[in-house]
């Protein structure tokens, strides 16, 4: 995720960190010669003079750019539900570190320099190797070692050989949840109470699967993304005879605008992957992991992370 100061002045048109243009450069660059050519020959293509005027580019564009509209909004409530639900799963963690600190009974409080033999900071590492194991499979990684440090030895070689870790480290978290309950070190109402915060990051991190794994319907976007070429390499046909030499600067606008919302467009729809663009998911994690192992007490804390040439991952 891009994160920097809004820019003003001619600085706007200077930035490129976050920009859609490196990804439409190589469109812009074939689209723009092109509508050059066509107003140095006026239209004509090999002694044949195409005639076209602005009334069917009027027709089509209007409705090509609230298509676009359309579907760049739809891929943004893609982005956005995926940011609310790793906000929830932010503040469930919270909520699950403090259930099993103050519900389940101890002899003496739950803090991190007792390890995670014992079982309410086992839970809260736990916890904090779900949020990471998740990033991970939504970004389609496979790095068991990070989960290493928060998890025991036999537990974490199981996570390391599973399909979806998430799920496995979620199963463990409830068999440790009933091992309380068998030893009587918490009330069955009490218990309900940490269960439910299982079963809302269980969810949240279903929800997150969903919008993976259902994208935007591939016909939709191929026909806007077809429509937005031909359109851009047929404009300069018909503004040649109504502007002139003007013609490549406005096509070049035009091709820019919508090139860029049908490539924004692409991007945005994928929110967890590893684009400029894309949700920070490595710093969501690494802030439950702040908040769960300072709720612990733990001097060891990480560092939060900061933006690398004002791209937060």
């Keep these: 995720m891009i994160v920097r100061d809004r820019p003003s002045g001619f600085s706007l048109f200077l930035i490129a960190r976050g920009s859609i243009l490196p990804r439409i450069r190589f469109a812009l660059v074939?689209?723009?010669?092109?509508?050059?050519l066509v107003t140095w020959s006026h239209g004509d293509l090999f002694r044949l003079k195409i005639t076209l005027?602005?009334?069917?580019?009027?027709?089509?564009g209007l409705p090509l750019a609230i298509f676009l509209g359309f579907r760049n909004t739809a891929a943004y409530d893609r982005y956005w539900e995926g940011r609310k639900l790793w906000g929830e799963l932010v503040l469930r963690s919270r909520n699950f570190a403090r259930q099993c600190q103050s519900l389940i009974g101890g002899a003496e409080p739950a803090v991190a320099s007792l390890g995670l033999a014992d079982i309410r900071v086992r839970m809260v590492y736990r916890a904090i190797a779900f949020s990471h194991a998740l990033c991970q499979q939504l970004r389609d990684l496979r790095q068991p070692d990070e989960l290493r440090a928060y998890l025991l030895a036999d537990e974490w070689q199981k996570i390391s050989q599973a399909n979806n870790p998430s799920v496995l480290l979620m199963l463990h978290m409830g068999l440790d949840l009933?091992?309380?309950?068998?030893?009587?070190?918490?009330?069955?109402?009490?218990?309900?109470?940490?269960d439910a915060s299982m079963s809302a990051l269980t969810g949240a991190a279903a929800?997150?699967?969903?919008?993976?794994?259902?994208?935007?319907?591939?016909s939709y976007t191929?026909?806007?993304?077809?429509?937005?070429?031909?359109?851009?390499f047929l404009l300069p046909f018909?503004?040649?005879?109504?502007?002139?030499?003007?013609t490549p600067f406005v096509v070049a606008i035009v091709a820019y605008t919508f090139f860029g919302l049908d490539a924004l467009g692409d991007e945005i729809e994928e929110p967890f992957g590893l684009e400029s663009n894309d949700l920070p998911l490595d710093a969501i994690c690494r802030t439950i992991e702040i908040n769960l192992r300072e709720s612990l007490q733990d001097t060891n804390l990480p560092p939060a992370l900061a933006p690398v040439n004002f791209c937060l991952t």
């Design 207 to 218: 929800a997150c699967e969903r919008i993976k794994s259902t994208p935007i319907p591939f």
């Design 222 to 232: 191929l026909l806007l993304h077809r429509t937005a070429y031909i359109y851009c």
């Design 30 to 36: 074939i689209n723009i010669p092109v509508a050059t």
């Design 178 to 194: 009933g091992a309380c309950l068998r030893e009587k070190r918490i009330d069955e109402c009490l218990a309900a109470t940490i």
């Design 53 to 60: 005027t602005t009334i069917p580019f009027s027709l089509i």
């Design 238 to 246: 018909g503004l040649v005879d109504s502007i002139g030499f003007m």
